[in-house]
């Protein structure tokens, strides 16, 4: 596509993908980071691979035995 294009185009692009870029908020790694570890503590206690998932819903639990004789 950028083949097709004339340079002035191009730049035109980048200049506008910049200003997108540029306008978009921006959170601090630190503050992003401390909400992504309060939200996984807070999730602690529904999360099936922390907790278990119940017998009675497990939905891959066997079915029943093979037995080869």
């Known amino acids: ?3 097709d294009m004339a340079e002035k185009d191009i730049l035109k692009m980048e ?3 910049l200003k997108k870029e540029e306008s978009t908020p921006r959170t ?3 503050q992003a980071a401390q909400e992504t ?3 996984v503590e ?14 009675d819903k497990n939905p891959f639990k066997e079915k029943g035995g093979c037995i080869i004789t």
Do not use: F, H, T, Y
Not at 42 to 55: F, M, R, S, T, Y
């Open 1 to 3: 596509m950028a083949r």
């Open 15 to 17: 200049l506008d993908q």
């Open 28 to 30: 601090a790694v630190s």
């Open 37 to 39: 570890i309060d939200w």
């Open 42 to 55: 807070a999730q602690l206690g529904e999360d099936p691979l922390i907790k278990g998932v119940p017998e």
